[in-house]
Nanobody, 126 residues
Framework: QVQLVESGGGLVQAGGSLRLSCTASGRSFSTYNMAWFRQASGKGRELVAVITGTGTTTYYADSVKGRFTISRDNAKNVVYLQMNSLKPEDTAVYYC???????????????????WGQGTAVTVSS
């Protein structure tokens, strides 16, 4: 079991930056793959970025590649999403998710993740 709490969302102008944080409970943080998803109003939840338990492997959606960076600090039980060059289409509620590391899962869909935060809203004005 892990509990996740996101923070760092807010209102920013296009071209600006935000850093989202997700703080996890527990003492087994490094055993979870972590991800950021986002859900825009009226749309489904989409994967933004994934980072493995050790932090050595990452994945990014094409829409954010080169602009966003996912990282983690296992000593602090925190995963970050640094968002640069924000665009209005980045406006969404951003969710932190955790998945138990195991075989048979690709960690690319929301259904691959076991635990979720409540989300933090990001609004990018044009």
């Amino acid at each position: 079991q892990v509990q996740l709490v996101e923070s760092g969302g807010g209102l920013v102008q296009a071209g600006g930056s935000l850093r989202l944080s997700c703080t996890a409970s527990g003492r087994s943080f490094s055993t979870y793959n972590m991800a950021w998803f986002r859900q825009a109003s009226g749309k489904g939840r989409e994967l933004v970025a994934v980072i493995t338990g050790t932090g050595t492997t990452t994945y990014y959606a094409d829409s954010v590649k080169g602009r966003f960076t996912i990282s983690r600090d296992n000593a602090k039980n925190v995963v970050y999403l640094q968002m640069n060059s924000l665009k209005p289409e980045d406006t969404a509620v951003y969710y932190c998710a955790a998945a138990d590391i195991g075989g048979g899962r690709w960690y690319r869909t929301q259904y691959d993740y076991d635990y979720w935060g409540q989300g933090t809203a990001v609004t990018v004005s044009s």
